[in-house]
Each structure stands twice: as C-alpha cells, then as structure tokens.
C-alpha cells in the first residue's frame, strides 16, 4: 500500500482541497442563486394562469425529465453558440444548477404554499390582517418550516451533481484528481486508488453534515 | 328583545358547480347581546351560513346587515370571486372561531392574541398584552402564556382562539362547532368559557351538534335543512322539549337512544347471529 | 451487453455536411484582447509534457510555453482554460477562448471549423503496448481493443481508416492511460512523441509502432474567420523561428522526458515550415 | 438551421446508444431495487449488527455522487486487484447508488402501513405470514410506488454518467458526434430526443402505476 | 346473572418506561349475553382494559380467562414482548371494533369480511359470502359489497368492520368507541346496529363517551379511574340517575351544561369583555 504514499507528496493534499474549494464554490453560488429564482418560480406556479401554469409545468417536467448531465451539455455547447453567450464551463454549470435547482426548489414552494391550511388564511382574514400581512406573518413563516428540510436536502444533491462539472473540464476536484493522477502517472501508477477514495470521501464529509441537518430540521419541526 | 345586531335577509348562496342553492333566501336577526343557536343536519348548510355572515364565502342574493348597515349585498354570478371585499377594520367587528386547529403554529400562545389588535388595530404592545393576559386568565390558561400551540391540548387550543378573537372586542363572535374535534372530557372547558361569554352580553350566532349545550346556551334557535329554515324558535326551552314541525322532532331524536329496542333482549336469548 | 457502434463508425466524412457558419459568438478582435490584458487559451491540463498541471498546480509544458511567449509579446497575461480533446473546436466557435494551443493536429476536418496558424510541432500517430504481447504492427489489432482519447487524431484515424478496430473511448488522457494500465485494452494509440515518452517512463510497456499514418503538424488554431489573430501568430511564429525559439522550448519541456529516445528536429517545427528530411 | 440529413444518418447511433443506456439501467435498477428490498427488510425486522452496517451504507451511498463512485470502482479497485468490466461497474454503482433510494422509498411504505391494520389482522386470527401477505405488502406497496417510480426515472437518469468509463450510451453517442464531427446542434438535437423518448413514457406509466395502486387512499 | 364468559381478575398492567400502573390489579367480569359497558375519564385506561382482553397488550399480572379457561396470565417484566401467544383459533373467539378507518383499503367491503374466515377458519368461500350478504344485509349495506373502503362514510365504515368481527362467530365482541370518529348523524346507524346486537344476546365489552347510548345498552357498567374500578353496577339506570361514588357523580355531570350560568345574564348586561 505504499502507492498511498501519492497523498503524501507536497501540493497533492493541498491541491485536492482547492479543488473541493471549487466545488463548494460552485454549489453554493448555484444554491444561493437557486433560492431566489426558486422562490419566484414557487410563486407563479400558485398563481391560476392558465398560460404561467402550463409553462411553468413545462420548464419543470422538461428539467427533471433530462438528465442533469445533458443539461449540462446542452447549456454548454448549444445556448452559448444559439444566444451569442460567453458561458465559460463554470458558468454553463451554474446556469444548469440553477435552473435546475430553481424549478426544484420552485416546486417545493408551491407544496409548501398549498400545503398551508386554508383556515390559516380565513383565520387571518377574520381577524382583520391585510393580505401581505397574512403572507409575510402566517404563511411564510410556515411554509419557511416546511421548505428548509427539503431545500438542505436540494442543496446536498447540488453537491454532488456538482461533480458532473469535471465532464465539461471544470478544474474541480475531481479533475484536480486527474491532473495529480496523470502527473504522478511515472512513480505513483496505482495512486489511482487513493485519489479517488480521497474524493469519495470529500464528498461524503460535505454531504453527510447537509444530509443530518435535514434530518434535525425535519424531526425538529415534524409536529408543529 | 332588543334592536338587532345582526340582520341576514332573503340570503341566497349557491357554490360554484353545485346542482342547487345552498340557501334559496333564507332570513333572520341576531338581537344584541342575545345568543341565536343554529342546527341542522350534517350538510344543510350551517357552516356556509356562518362563512357567508363571516365574509369568507360570496353570496348571490339579499343582504346582510351589521347594526342597519348592509356589509355585504349578493350579486348573482360571483360565486368564484373568493372573499367579500370587507375593510380590515369591518372584519375586526366580527370575530369567529372554527372547528379546530387555526392557531398560527410559528407563534406563541401569547403571540396568536396579541397579533391582531397590533398590527390591525394599531393599539400599544404593552397594552394589549395586559389585556391578553387578562384574558387568558378568564379562560385559566394563564401559565400557558408562553406555550406553542402544539404544546397545548385541543381544549386548550380553542380556549386560545377564542380569547385571540375577543381580544379585538368584536361586536359578534361566530363559532362553528368549536368543539367537534375535542375529547368528550375537553368539550366541558371549551363551552363552560363560551357559556360565560353569553352570560356576559356577548352577542353569538353558534353552531353546535352538542344540544344540550345548545339548550342551555341559546336565548333563540333556528333550525335549517334543504335550503330553508324548518323553524325559529325564542323559546329554546320549549323547542328542545317539544319542536312544532315534524323535521325538527326528527332530526333531535337523533340524539336519543331509544330503550325499547332493548327490551326485547332478554326474550331474544341465545339465537345470535 | 448490447454491442455499441459509435457514430464514428458510419464512416464517410459527415463534416461537410454540416453547417459551417455555427459559430454565433463572435471572436474577439486583438485590440479588444490588448484593452482586456488577458489572452484566453485552451490548453490541455492532463497531456504531460504538452499540457498539464504541474505538481505545484500551475500549468506547464510545451504548449503552455509557447502560450506564455505569444501572450508575453502581445504584453497582456495569459488565462488558461483546461480542455478536454473533444472540446477543443467548440471553446473556439463558442468564443470561450482566443486560441487553442492544445496538441492541436491539423486535418481537414477540423480545418472546416477552425482557423489553424503555421505549425509549431510534427507528430504522427504510435501505439503503446505491453511488452508481453506487443503490438508491432495495425494488422496485429484486428479483433482486439485499441484504447484512444476522444477527439484526437488518432480516434479519427481509425474509425475511418481501421473500422474493423474495437476502439475503446476516454474523455481523458489520464484515463485511457489508466484504462491500458488496468488492462481494459490490448494497446493504445495517440501521437507518437506521446506514447514514446509514455513508454519511458513505464516499465512493461513498448512502443513498436512509431509512424503510423501521415506525418500531421500541429498547430495554434483560432476561431474561423479571426485572420486578425490569425496573421499576428503566423508572423509571430516566423519571428520565434529566427530565434530558434522551439528548440529551447523542446529543451526545457520535451527533453527531460524524452532524452535520447526522441530526436528534436523529428518533432520541433521552426518558423512554421516543415521540413521533409523526417528520420523514419 | 438542422442539418436533417445529418440527424437521419446518425439516429440509428442513438437507438444503440439507447439500448445500452437501457441495458444499464434495467440491470441497474434490478439490482438496486433487490438491495432496497433487502435492506428495508432488516430495517423493519431492527436486526441488530446489520441494521447499523444498512445505516452506514445508505449514508455513504446518498452522500457521494455517482461518477465518483464510477471512477473509483472502474480506475481505483483494479489497483487492488478488481478489474471489473465497464458494464459490471456501471451496474454495480447504479446499484450501489439506487439500493439506498429504493430501500426509503419501500421503508417509507412500509412504516405508513397503520399499527391498527396488523392489529385487526391479529384480532381476526391471521397468522404473521398472512397478514404480512395479505395485509401489510399489498398497502406498503401502494404507499412506496411512488417513490420507487420516481427513483427509477432518477437512476435512469443518473446512468448518463457512464459514458465518463467509455460505455457508448446516449449521452457518449452526442459527446462523440460534437467531438468528431462538431455537428453540435444535431447531436443536441438527438440527444434531447432520445432522452424524451426514454423517460416519457416511463414517467407515464408511472403516474399511471401510482393510481392504479392508489386504493390506500383514504 | 348467567356464568361469566370473560373474567378479569386481578390485572396489572404498565406501559414500559411509565411511570406507574396503568391498572394496579382490577377485576371484574362479563356473563355470557350480557353488555359490558366501560366509562371513564381521557386517559383512564379503557382502550386499555379493551387491549389487554384482546391480547393486543402483554400484561404484567393477574390472569384473563375466556369461559372460565385462562388465556393470558400475567408475567411481571414482559412489557415489551408485544402481542400474546394465541392461537389462531382462539383469536377468532374474540372480536374487536377500534375506533375507526380501520378496514384493509386494498380489498372491497365483502373481501374485508370473507379474508378472515376464508383464511383463518378454512370454511368454503361460497357459504363465506352468502353469510357476508346477509350480514350486509342486516346493516343495510347489501349494495355496497364490491365498494372500496374508501368510498364509504364513515358510519358505513364501522358497520362493515362490525360485519368483519361478527362472521367469525366472536363468542366476546370488544368495541372501543366505535363512533368517536363519526359525524352526529351517522353515530345512530352505527349504535342502532350495536343496539340490535345486544338484543340478540351477544356478549360484548364497549366503551364508551355516548352516555345516553351507554343507558341504554349497557346490562352492567363500571367506571375506571387512576388505576382502578370507581364503581359497578348492575343496574345501569340507577347508576346514571343516581351514581353512589362523589367520582362517578362528578365524570357525569361533565356530560350536562348547566343552566344557573345563564339565569345572571340578562342582569350582566352590556359589561362585555
Ligand atoms: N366549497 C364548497 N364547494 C361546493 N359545495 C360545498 C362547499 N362547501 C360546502 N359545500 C356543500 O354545501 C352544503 C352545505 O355544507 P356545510 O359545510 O355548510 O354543511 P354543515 O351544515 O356545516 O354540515 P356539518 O354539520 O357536516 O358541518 C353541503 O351539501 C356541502 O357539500
Ligand atoms: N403505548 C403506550 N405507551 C405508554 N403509555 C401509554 C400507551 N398507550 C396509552 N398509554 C397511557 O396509558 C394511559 C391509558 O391510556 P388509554 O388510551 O387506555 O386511555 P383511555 O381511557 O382509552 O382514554 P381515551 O378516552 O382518551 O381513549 C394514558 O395515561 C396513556 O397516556
Ligand atoms: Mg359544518
Ligand atoms: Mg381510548
């Protein structure tokens, strides 16, 4: 097992946490973009327009149908040609996990939104609140409770889908791990392994915390 | 009895894609500080009558009036415009509790009360929570202050909506079977504090399966079923015991269990099924 | 399962087909790259010693040297993107970058798409295989799997030329190394100065087929239509050639690599004209 | 703007790439769906050292992506000695990767079947077999279509990433024309179809599994 | 009365991790053809009292006997060990009614009814169903044998669940508030059915919050309470009209509003909250 020795060499360790810095960065910028765009989408999806409604459907079906990988290619080779759009990899990438996430979250919104007993709002009403009082006092608070479990849960897939990146040459850190893996090729032929396992685990130290944090939100808040 | 407070005339009510009305013009009036008892049978209509005086439901036909002023004027054909148009301020003047569960969850039992008169009747914080506190005492949950509403039991809970809807001092309350999700041992509590309410003047238009509690409660019944009111009475005591129309005496044999059926037991022994 | 033709295997050449007006976003002019003092090159980052990341993490070898030197004499930085083989066309037509200095093999094909500048570099393909059952010539890999990198010379050379070939296709050079490594093909095949520096440096693995094909020259492509740029680098690269510029280049990437298995003059291109004197 | 002569000659590509696409996914899926099956079964029976080495798999498994979990038994594990195939490997981490989903979704279905249903079936007399049988499974498995349907259209999905260990599915069909021939929009074009042509249907029926096995509804 | 078909005698039971005994030790008995009826405050312990017989419980001490035959014997320390060891066969002499939405939703109301006796008592299909239509019958319910579930009410839910319990010849029936889940008027349909049970002489254990339904059923009460029986009776007219223990006084007058409140009323006035 001395090719494990390969996570030893100066800069390798270092490298490889660059390049999970990368893909953390990737996915927080596309989780906090994500957010507003997801709330706007929730929204009009609630609304009864029946051109907003059959649109929104589309842009959702038609995101969750193709494969995020596809998206990716598609955003990538198709719309910077179709558009005129400078989108570098990196940027392909966000604007993928970005209407991705959007649609997603933007689903949860709206079960979130439905799900709010109509006796909250008649509740609200009888007691005199304004309509934007009742939204911003009683239903937003709740369907805030009922979104965050699932929007951590949204984020964690984020992470990983993250990972597809690397196939549009995105030097995160899975590509990092290839640079180290061809730059070592000559004395360390089966570090192979050990990279990989390294990264294999990254993703699990950042995914696991996410994962248990939805967990905690939901049983915390399960009962009110 | 006294000028009424509440004056509902040939009311008209018809749900979207309904076969047919829910009401065909119904009337009556609540006079001020009396407590009118409405009952009928599952789905005639009691609960869209307390929606429709309430402002949640749009009616198509005739008047409801608070004080002499008309609130709300049917209009054919508005059955999906969703709520009457009523000022926040109109809305505080008529206070309601529902079957179950309305607490806000993301607040404090002190938080649903004092919620309303801040930030609708603009009154001072400080005020307003002496005045809940007060309040909560009447209804003994003043240690509870602080609870969540899923902290609390359901007899609990509605004794907290009812104090969050007096607090704005309206001049009706309505309540729709507020204790139909309760415990049998919870019932008591609830309507005990409603019982109180009445003795202290508080004008109601009530809705209960519970007649007993409807007999000791009401100062005037009515009695609906398919569209219409089969009967009014001022006189509860004597409606109870004896009702004029045959509908009615039906329907209150519902909550009878008659022996006779009984006493042919013993002689039937053991041929069972 | 299911025994998977590829699209290559069609055969033909479907490029011309193809609409060549596709690139809508348009290239930047050289002054609009001076104002930026940036020059945005597409190199590879897993191809050692042509382009990789170097253990320190910055990028390195003889493609990145030549990148440093245009970028240094247009006096702005260069900004490296990391491509893969099959990305290199599409980074131009898209404008993602202003050149292509990435192994780049002229073919006509490619040509169709992008622009390509004088020569820098002349390879053509070998095949690296393991000692114990070398490949010594393309007859012996009939009914075996050759492993290549996709959109690489050596992919189009034998769909077209080799179909009755298995090819087994990486995206990555670093995997299809690893793919031959893991003994998931019978040989490899990409440019010969590659396989032999490769062969080197891993013992049980030899080269024994060395000119396979043409002679290809390699080259700085831009983006179809950008003669601009175009003319800046050809006269660039006839400047370099007086200083012999290339050689150096080799000197300093290639042949701490190579050492004796490799002649420079069968591999560097000065000035941009090739000569035909090649050893075999 | 679509070369169509192009997009005719190369359909047939995208068919074999779909085959294998598909070929994947069945053998995939299988698996996973054998792996949930099993590892529910130890979560509901609570038998002790597996249930807690279930718990460390299904972490492990929803928390890493899958092309890692692809690179890591295709170019990792040989170091070790296992040299599996590219489909083997495929297979095996879609499995690996789905085994954690199907195992919630048939939990889930599992633990909403109400205490008050097993304990009528005491009541009347069933034994454990029956009414695990007839009483339980068919319930639970209404409650877990849904969620098994949507982790099928999930793995299906997710197996476009094989083509990163050079199996010619549909995504590496599409890579290999842009590549090759740079008919970028052609291979777009194609691979977006593909891709409807697989997974409508699927969701279809799927909506459709979900009403008919719907009679939990209460 | 005739011998006892169900004896309970002594009977302990805790809940693991409670803090004390649900029962320290209660006896009592039911005697064949008679009606049972349980009553007691929330959290008495009567679904309780109802598990225990059914088996449905483990029990900790003391011993329930089915025809003078031991069934259950209490071990003290089991509480976590689940359900008792009966046999098939004995299960089928006990059939319980819970409180609601309780038949199997995959099969239709006459598959809810054939299952068991089909499976567990391994009698003919055919004579199983004709069996279930008349049963069906006998609840009203002949039309709705190919129904689902879920397409009934709630009062024909529980009807067909008794139908369920009733074709495996139950020598003891146990029903835990059948109706607490219902609406007013669909709490007759189903008591009606109970009512014509007991007169055709089935021995039967219920519980109850219907207090004018328990008048009427019931051949014997008793009510439960922190840990034990509060009293017995034999004669349940008496017991209504007039309890002997103060508990048993005070848990029915929580079934009747007062009317005292009220007569100050008029006088309060206008001094509303
Ligand atoms: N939103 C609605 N849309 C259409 N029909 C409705 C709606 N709400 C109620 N109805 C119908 O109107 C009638 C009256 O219903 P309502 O709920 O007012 O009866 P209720 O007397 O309150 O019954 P319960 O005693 O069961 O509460 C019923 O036939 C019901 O089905
Ligand atoms: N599974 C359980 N584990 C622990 N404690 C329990 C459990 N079930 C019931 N208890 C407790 O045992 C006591 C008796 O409960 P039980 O449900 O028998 O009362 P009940 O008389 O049927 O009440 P209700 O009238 O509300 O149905 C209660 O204090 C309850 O909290
Ligand atoms: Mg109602
Ligand atoms: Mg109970």
């Known amino acids: 097992m001395q090719s494990a020795n390969i996570l030893l060499q100066p ?69 910077a040609r179709a558009w005129n759009w400078n989108l570098d990899a990196t940027g392909a990438c966000v604007f993928v996990f970005v209407l991705w996430g959007g649609a997603e979250l933007g689903d949860l919104v709206r079960g979130a939104l439905e799900s709010i007993p109509a006796i909250q709002y008649e509740s609200s009403y009888m007691l005199g609140l304004s309509n934007w009082q009742t939204f911003t006092h009683v239903i937003l608070p709740q369907a805030v409770r009922r979104l965050l479990p699932a929007s951590v849960n949204l984020a964690t897939r984020i992470v990983k889908t993250t990972s597809l990146a690397t196939l549009l040459g995105v030097v995160e850190v899975i590509k990092v791990g290839q640079q180290i893996i061809d730059a070592h090729r000559f004395d360390y032929p089966a570090g192979t392994l050990w990279v990989y396992g390294v990264i294999f685990a990254m993703y699990f130290v950042v995914c696991w915390p996410l994962s248990m944090a939805a967990r905690y939100l939901e049983k915390r808040w399960a009962n009110e | 009895m006294s000028e009424p407070m509440l004056t509902v005339d040939n009311l008209l009510k018809h749900y979207a894609g309904a076969e047919r009305n829910v009401f065909d013009g119904i009337s009556f009036d609540v006079p001020k500080g009396k407590v009118l008892v409405i009952i009928g049978p599952s789905g005639s209509g009691k609960s869209t009558l307390l929606r429709c005086v309430a402002g949640l439901e749009p009616i198509q036909g005739g008047t409801i009036a608070l004080n002499g002023q008309v609130i709300d004027r049917g209009e054919p054909g508005n059955e999906k415009s969703g709520r009457a148009k009523r000022s926040s301020q109109l809305r505080t003047k008529i206070g309601m509790v529902f079957q179950s569960y309305d607490l806000f969850p993301n607040r404090t039992v002190l938080g649903n009360i004092t919620m309303a008169p801040v930030m609708v009747q603009k009154r001072p914080k400080p005020d307003v929570e002496r005045e809940a506190m007060e309040l909560l005492k009447r209804v003994g949950l003043a240690d509870r202050a602080q609870a969540k509403p899923h902290e609390l039991s359901g007899g609990q809970r509605q004794r907290v909506a009812i104090c969050r809807a007096l ?7 309505l309540m729709d079977e507020v204790t139909a999700a309760l415990d049998p041992e919870m019932v008591h509590e609830v309507l005990d504090v409603v019982l109180e309410l009445a003795d202290a003047g508080q004008t109601m238009l009530i809705v209960t399966h519970e007649m007993q509690f409807a007999r000791a409660i009401a100062d005037k019944v009515i009695m609906i079923d398919s569209g219409g009111i089969v009967e009014t009475s001022d006189d509860p005591e004597a409606f109870f015991a004896h009702p004029t129309t045959q509908r009615a005496q039906e329907f209150l044999r519902t909550f009878e269990f008659s022996r006779h059926r009984r006493t042919e037991k013993d002689g039937a022994g053991a041929q069972t099924a | 399962g299911p025994n998977a033709g590829t699209p290559s295997e069609a055969g033909g050449t479907a490029t011309g087909s193809s609409a060549q007006g596709g690139s809508a976003a348009k290239a930047r002019t050289l002054d609009e790259i001076k104002k930026s003092g940036e020059l945005r090159v597409a190199v590879f980052s897993d191809k050692a010693p042509f382009g990789y990341v170097d253990k320190d993490g910055n990028y390195a070898g003889y493609d990145v040297v030549f990148a440093e030197r245009l970028a240094k004499d247009l006096g702005v930085k260069p900004v490296y993107t990391s491509v893969d083989p099959a990305a290199r066309v599409d980074v131009l037509s898209s404008n993602k970058v202003d050149v292509t200095l990435a192994n780049f093999t002229v073919t ?8 390509f500048a004088k020569p820098y570099m002349k390879v053509s393909l070998g095949i690296v295989s393991p000692e114990d059952a070398p490949i010594k010539d393309v007859k012996d890999l009939e009914g075996k799997t050759l492993i290549v990198a996709k959109g690489t010379t050596a992919e189009t050379y034998f769909e077209k030329n080799h179909p009755e070939i298995k090819l087994l296709k990486f995206d990555q050079y670093a995997d299809a190394y690893n793919a031959l490594l893991d003994g998931r093909g019978d040989a490899m095949s990409t440019d010969n100065t590659e396989v032999l520096a490769w062969a080197k440096a891993n013992k049980g693995y030899v080269v024994d087929v060395t000119n396979l094909g043409d002679v290809d020259t390699i080259a700085p492509a831009v983006q179809k239509g950008n003669t601009e740029l175009l003319d800046y680098i050809n006269e660039e690269i006839e ?42 | 703007m679509l070369d169509w002569a192009f997009v005719s000659r190369y359909a047939p590509f995208f068919v074999t790439g779909a085959e294998m696409t598909l070929f994947i996914s069945v053998f995939g899926i299988a698996l996973a769906i054998l792996t949930g099956l099993v590892c529910a079964a130890i979560e509901t029976a609570r038998i002790p050292v597996l249930r807690q080495i279930v718990r460390v798999y299904i972490e492990v498994s929803r928390n890493t992506p899958l092309l890692v979990q692809l690179y890591f038994l295709y170019f990792g594990l040989p170091k070790l000695g296992f040299v599996w195939s590219a489909e083997m490997c495929a297979i095996i981490g879609l499995g690996f990767l789905g085994g954690s989903y199907m195992s919630e979704a048939m939990r889930a279905g599992l633990e909403a079947v109400p205490q008050i249903q097993r304990e009528n079936a005491y009541m009347l007399g069933l034994s454990s077999r029956q009414t695990m049988l007839h009483v339980v499974i068919p319930q639970a498995i209404s409650t877990s279509i849904p969620g098994v349907v949507a982790n099928v259209i999930f793995l299906i999905k997710e197996s476009s990433v094989v083509s990163a260990i050079a199996l010619a599915d549909v995504m590496y069909m599409a890579k290999d024309l842009i590549g090759m021939y740079y008919t970028t929009y052609e291979a777009l074009f194609l691979l977006i179809v593909t891709y409807l042509i697989i997974l409508l249907p699927i969701s279809i029926i799927g909506t459709w599994l979900e009403r008919r096995f719907d009679y939990a509804k209460r």
Do not use: C
């Not at chain 1, 507003?36 to 959702?60: C, D, F, K, Q, S």
């Open chain 2, 167 to 173: 607090i704005e001092h309206p001049e009706l309350m």
């Open chain 3, 239 to 280: 400047m370099l050639g007086n200083e012999q510029f290339f050689h150096e280049d080799y000197k300093e990437t290639l042949e701490p690599v190579y050492g004796d298995a490799a002649n420079p003059d069968d591999i560097v291109v000065e000035g941009g004209v090739v000569e035909e004197n090649t050893t075999k």
């Open chain 3, 108 to 115: 006509p094909e490619r040509a169709e798409k992008v622009d």
């Open chain 1, 11 to 79: 800069g390798v360790m270092p490298r490889l946490l660059q390049g999970l810095w990368v893909t953390i960065w990737l996915a927080a910028v596309s989780v906090a973009l994500s957010v507003p765009v997801g709330l706007v989408t929730g929204w009009l999806m609630t609304l009864r327009n029946p051109v907003i409604r059959v649109i929104m459907r589309i842009y959702l079906d038609f995101i969750r149908i193709m494969p995020q990988l596809a998206l990716l290619f598609i955003a990538f080779y198709g719309l």
